[in-house]
């Protein structure tokens, strides 16, 4: 009991399922030249782990989750942001080849497995305020244009030669060697004991298979004899003493160490050396304006949500990473599906929260769903045959798949032109509830699609007329505030 099954897939409203025969995949291989056809047999290689007995290409991918479900494929057993990532890949790739020529249009919904940044991305609230620290930056270089439209190009990582902006105190600068933590013999560190949280001074006394042996020094204090020189030491375990870094050219010890907060502000000016704004707002902040909030009356008998920052108040941010998170280069950094889809040359749009009726597919999950639940044994093996047969043509088919588009967009259309306030909110709080809208609110808009269908018909045949009688004056205000548009086309 308790398996889980997930289905992770494209539905378009032109084809259905994403799928496509491998007649149609070799074709678009010999037209290839071979820088593509290498990057094609990339893509598809996700694909080929995925569904390696299938005689077409899918772009769907099933599996069984959950952690006795761990694969070499799946490691931790779930489906995380890295497999839509490489899924989204081959989709697109199957998009151009059933559309060759054409843009495409990728809706996804606010979810949190949509939500992976690329590993270079432009975060703030990844950062440390100081230099150095065991990671180092991997934020791709970035550029910003100063007051008088000089545009700079800026690096995360200090560079040899660069200038350090301030007296940087408290700095713990890991010695790399080629980008790799590595301490060298007789070097002063501080070291953990085992099962011991507290650091104490030491010095590298050797190194061998990435392990090290540390000599404490004799003015700590000791916890037993033996316990003078330590050996198999962890580098997770070891760190530099904190120093202080000098303003002016950077210390050689600081060159391929992360900036900081702090000196990426100063570069750009943003701050002077005086200034005193914290790193960051802590949950101990965050707790005290939830706290103000609910003395003001708002949120009483519902959760209050308040950003993680205070924002900017009297003139001045909140603190350096709210300050730096709002730069127009951090601000425009979009999530790892949109940054694919734009260098593909696609276009794509993330749903607001909580709407699932504007997505089409969530419909066609509805249905998926349905059909398993009715087939399905109650086994695991059983689960999956229902599951993979919810999935055929002959559980949805394409009319069926374009009437749940249909209806999506009409949602789109309501909504743009200021569908009615009651029915819209009545629509959000069913739609948390079941995650999918219910049959009954689609009805409703269907309907109200059909009511302006014929109140313009109606306004038609009274314009032959002596004007408009007085009820279709009150239809005509109706569909004004929840005007729909009934177009089969879906555009
Ligand atoms: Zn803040």
């Known amino acids: 009991m308790g398996a889980g099954y997930h289905v992770s ?7 259905g399922r994403l799928t496509m025969t491998k007649m149609q995949w070799g074709a678009y291989l010999s037209s290839l030249d071979a820088d593509g056809k290498l990057r094609a047999m990339l893509a598809s290689d996700f694909h080929r782990a995925h569904k390696p007995d299938v005689g077409h290409l899918d772009a769907n991918v099933s599996m069984f989750i959950g952690k006795g479900n761990t694969s070499p494929l799946h490691p931790s057993g779930y489906w995380t942001g890295d497999d839509v990532y ?29 939500a992976k940044m690329a590993d270079d991305a432009l975060l703030a609230q990844s950062m440390n305020a100081k230099p150095g620290g065991k990671l180092v930056s991997k934020q791709r270089e970035t550029s910003w244009t100063d007051s008088s439209g000089v545009m700079h190009t800026q690096s995360f990582v200090f560079k040899s030669g660069d200038e350090l902006l301030f007296e940087a105190k408290g700095v713990r600068a890991t010695p790399l060697v080629n980008g790799e933590v590595e301490f060298a013999t007789g070097a002063d560190v501080e070291v953990q004991r085992p099962g011991s949280r507290t650091w104490v001074k030491a010095s590298v006394v050797s190194r061998e298979n990435e392990k090290y ?40 010890r600081l060159v391929g160490h992360s900036k900081g907060l702090k000196q990426i502000l100063l570069e750009r000016g943003l701050i002077d050396g005086t200034s005193r ?16 909030k609910a003395k003001e009356g708002i949120g009483i008998g519902e959760s209050v949500e308040v950003p993680k920052h205070a924002g900017v108040l009297n003139g001045e941010a909140c603190c ?18 949109q940054e694919l889809i734009i260098s593909r040359g696609h276009y794509c749009i993330f749903l607001p929260k909580y709407h699932p009726e504007l997505n089409f597919i969530e419909r066609y999950w509805s249905r998926v769903k349905w059909h398993a639940r009715q087939h399905s044994d109650g086994s695991k093996d059983g689960l999956k045959t229902a599951a993979d047969a919810a999935l055929s043509e002959e559980a949805c088919d394409l009319a069926l798949i374009r009437r749940y588009s249909r209806t999506a967009w009409r949602w789109v259309d309501a909504y743009s032109k200021g ?36 109140a313009s018909a109606a306004r038609a045949a009274a314009s032959s007329t002596e004007g408009p009688p007085l009820v279709l004056g009150v239809l005509a205000d109706m569909t004004a505030a929840g005007a729909l548009c009934d177009n089969d086309d879906g555009k």
């Open 320 to 337: 350096l990473e709210y300050l730096l998170s709002e730069q127009p280069d951090f601000k425009e950094q979009q999530n790892a599906i």
């Open 9 to 15: 897939g494209f539905l378009s409203e032109k084809v």
């Open 419 to 454: 569908l009615d306030g009651v029915l819209a909110q009545w629509a959000v709080r069913k739609s948390k509830k079941h995650r999918c809208v219910t049959e009954a609110v689609d009805k409703e808009v269907n309907a109200l699609a059909k009511e302006r269908e014929r």
């Open 213 to 252: 042996s540390v000599q404490i020094c004799e003015a700590e204090p000791a916890r037993d004899a033996g316990d003078r020189v330590l050996a198999d030491v962890d580098v997770s375990s070891l760190q530099v003493p904190a120093e202080t870094y000098k303003r002016g050219t950077v210390d050689v």
């Open 86 to 114: 490489k899924q989204l890949d081959h989709a697109i790739t199957m998009f151009e080849i059933l559309h060759p020529g054409c843009k495409g249009l990728f809706l996804f919904d606010n979810s949190t497995g949509h």
């Open 277 to 292: 704004l914290k790193a960051k707002c802590g949950t101990a902040d965050k707790k005290k304006r939830k706290e103000a």
